[in-house]
C-alpha cells in the first residue's frame, strides 16, 4: 500500500483516484471532480455546528478546551443544512451503487443530517449510539452528561443492495454473540490523542477503536474509504492497518501534515492476520448433491443427528428417507424432529472411523476448493 508522503490538490476533474493520498481542497469541489461510482464507503464525521456562545470553565475555572474553530461555525441552520445537501449530494455521486456511507454526530447536528440523507434518497440501515465509556462531565450541572454520539449507516438507495456488512466478522468480536447498534468505546485520550505543542491537533479527533469497527463491519481488504472531513488521519491510519485503501479529503494543511507523519508511521497487517469470519452469505452455494456425487459421502450411508436419536438414509441424488419423509436434508431434519424448520448442514452428521462428524465439514471442504 503507497504511503501518503504528500498532500494533492484537485483540479477540475481526477481521471483515475487518488488512493491512498490525502487531497487538499473543498470536500464538496473535490468528490464532484472523482470519478462517478468509484468508492466503496465513506466516512464522514463533518462539522457538528455547536453552536457555542461562551467559553466553557470547569469547578477550578480551568478552561475547556472545546470546539472554537472557523470550520465549525456557520451563519445559520439554513446555511448549515445547504452545506449539508451538497457535500452529502457530491458524496452520493461518487458511492458505487453497492456501496454505503457512514455519517457521525452528535444532538447538534445529527437529526438535521438524517433528515438530508433520506430527502436525498439514501436508505437508512442503522443508527448506531457510540455510547463513550469515558465522557467529559457536565460541569455546569445544567443538562445531562453527552455521553454519546450517534452514527448513521446507510445504503445508496433502498433499490442498492449487495453492500457488505460483516455480520459473521462482528458476531465472532463480539464473543459470538450478534453485535448490537450500541457500542461502548472510550473517547480518544491519553497516547492517542495526538498533540501540536502543548494542544490537541485536533479538538475532534475520533478514536482509532470507533474506525476499526466501522470498517471491520462494513469494507473488505482491498476497498477504498473516502473520509471527505480527514482531519488527523483517523481514517487513513486504521484503513492502512486493515488493509483497505483510503482516499482523505482536508482543507487544514496543519491537519493534513499530522495526519501524513501518523499514517506513515503505520505498518499493515500482514495477510494471515487480515484474515477474518466471512458471511455464510458471500460464500460459494453447495448443494448436499455435490457432496455425494463427489462421492464424499456415498448414497446408502446412514445419517444420524448427534445423538443418534434420528437417522436416515442418503439417496442417489442427494435427498434423504427416513422412516415418515423423504426429500432434502433440511425438511427431514425438520420432519423427525417435528420441527418448523431445520439446518440440515448442521443437524446431520456421518460416521467416520467411529466418530461422529457434521456434514458441514464436506461443504466447507467444497468451497475451500471453489474458493
Known sequence: MAEAKNATRTGSGLKTLPVNKIVQGDCIDVMNALPEKSVDVIFADPPYNMQL???LS????SKVDGVHDAWDKFSSFNAYDEFTYRWLAAARRCLKDT????????YHNIFRVGTALQNLEYWVLNDVIWRKSNPMPNFRGTRFTNAHETLIWA???ADKGGYTFNYDAMKAMNDDTQMRSDWVLPICSGKERLKSGDKKAHATQKPESLLYRVLMSSTKPGDVVLDPFFGTGT???VAKMLGRNYIGIERETDYIKVARERIASVEQLDDEALGYTESKRSQPRVP???IVE???????TTLYDSNRRYAARVRTDGTLISEAEKG???KVGASVQGAPACNGWTFWHVEKKGELLPIDVFRQQVRAELN
Open 53 to 55: 456562545k461562551e467559553t
Open 58 to 61: 470547569r469547578p477550578d475555572n
Open 99 to 106: 456501496g454505503t456511507i457512514w455519517v457521525i454526530g452528535s
Open 155 to 157: 445504503a445508496k438507495s
Open 235 to 237: 481514517t487513513g491510519a
Open 288 to 290: 448436499f448433491g455435490s
Open 294 to 300: 463427489r462421492g464424499l459421502i456415498t448414497p446408502g
Open 328 to 330: 432434502s436434508i433440511h
